[in-house]
C-alpha cells in the first residue's frame, strides 16, 4: 500500500473515487444531523451565577473564598437539591437501584461545577434539559449555602452564649461571697474603707486623741485592714470582669439572633434561550472527516490489491 501511495498522488485517488466518496459525504452528513437531534441526544441548558463571600470568619490559614467553597459543595446542600428537585425522577434514575444515592450523586457532579474567579469569587455553573430548572438550582444552591453558614453560625453563637452566661453566673456567686466577707468585716470589726479609717488613726494618734475606740479601731484595721483591701480589690476585679464579658455575652447573643446572607450575587442566574449541548456542527464536522478519512483508507486497500 505503501508503494501504491509513492506511485498515485492522493488527490488522483479522491478523483477517481469522487463519486462514492461524495456519496459518503452526503450520507455522513444526513446521519450525523439526524443521529445529533434532539431524537436521539436531549439537548442541554448552562445557568451560571457568580457569587462573593461576605460577612464569614476565616478558620486557620483558609481564605473566605475557600470556606465558601467548602461548604457550598457540602453533601448536606446536594441532599437538599435532590429532595427539593426530585433529582432522581428528573435524572430518570431507579430509586430501587442498591447504588441509586451514588448514581445520583455522579449524574449531580457531571453536570454541577464550583469554580474559583481570579476575583476570589466563585461562579456556579449548571447544565440541564430544563433551562428553568437548571436556573433555579443555582438559586436553591445559593440559599441553601445561605441557610447552612447561617446554622453554623448561629450554633457557634448559642455555645457562646451559653458559655457567657455560665460564666456570668459564676462571677455573680464570686462578687456575692466576697460581699459576705466584706458585710462580716465591716458588721464584726467596724472597719469601712481601710485607707480613709487609716488616716484617721494616724491623725489622732498624732494630735493625741487616743481612745479606746481609736485603739480597738488600730488593731482590727492591723489584723483585718491588708485582709479587707485584698477583698475590695478582688471584688472590683471580679465585677470589671462581669461587664466585660456580659458585653461579650450581648454581642454572642445578637450574633444567634442574627439573620444575614453570606453570598453577594454578583451575577445571577438565568433560564438560557439557547442549548449549550450538544453542538450540532461539530459533531457533523467530526463525523464527516471520520468518514471520509476511513473511506479514503478503505479505498487505498482496494486499489492497493488491484
Do not use: C
Not at 192 to 208: C, E, W
Amino acid at each position: 500500500m505503501k508503494k501504491y501511495f509513492d506511485n498515485k498522488s492522493i488527490f488522483n485517488l479522491i478523483k477517481k473515487w469522487k463519486k462514492e466518496l461524495s456519496l459518503v459525504l452526503i450520507s455522513s452528513i444526513i446521519l450525523s444531523v439526524i443521529f445529533s437531534s434532539s431524537i436521539f441526544i436531549t439537548p442541554k441548558f448552562k445557568s451560571n451565577a457568580i457569587i462573593y463571600p461576605i460577612n464569614l470568619s476565616t478558620y486557620s490559614e483558609e481564605s473566605e473564598t475557600e470556606q465558601m467553597l467548602q461548604v457550598i459543595q457540602s453533601q448536606g446542600i446536594r441532599d437538599n437539591i435532590f429532595k427539593t428537585f426530585n433529582l432522581g425522577k428528573h435524572y430518570e434514575l431507579d430509586e430501587k437501584d442498591p447504588y441509586f444515592y451514588t448514581y445520583l450523586n455522579e449524574e449531580l457532579s457531571e453536570n454541577l461545577t464550583f469554580r474559583e474567579t481570579k476575583y476570589e469569587s466563585v461562579e456556579i455553573e449548571l447544565i440541564d434539559k430544563d433551562p428553568q430548572i437548571a436556573s433555579d438550582m443555582i438559586d436553591s444552591i445559593i440559599y441553601f449555602y445561605n441557610k447552612k453558614v447561617l446554622f453554623l453560625h448561629h450554633k457557634k453563637s448559642w455555645e457562646m452564649v451559653r458559655i457567657s452566661n455560665r460564666d456570668i453566673n459564676i462571677l455573680k456567686k464570686d462578687i456575692k461571697k466576697f460581699m459576705d466577707s466584706i458585710k462580716n468585716i465591716r458588721k464584726n470589726y467596724g472597719l469601712l474603707d481601710f485607707n480613709i479609717q487609716a488616716k484617721q488613726v494616724s491623725k489622732n494618734y498624732a494630735k493625741g486623741n487616743i481612745s479606746n475606740e481609736l485603739i480597738n479601731l488600730k488593731n482590727n484595721l492591723a489584723e483585718n485592714g491588708e485582709f479587707l483591701k485584698g477583698i475590695s480589690a478582688s471584688l472590683e476585679s471580679k465585677r470589671q470582669n462581669l461587664d466585660s464579658v456580659r458585653r461579650e455575652y450581648d454581642i454572642h447573643f445578637s450574633d444567634a439572633n442574627k439573620v444575614i446572607d453570606y453570598a453577594q450575587i454578583i451575577s445571577s442566574p438565568f433560564p438560557a434561550d439557547k442549548k449549550t449541548y450538544p453542538i450540532r456542527w461539530l459533531i457533523v464536522l467530526l463525523s464527516v472527516m471520520s468518514s471520509l478519512f476511513v473511506s479514503i483508507i478503505a479505498i487505498g486497500f482496494i486499489e492497493n490489491k488491484k
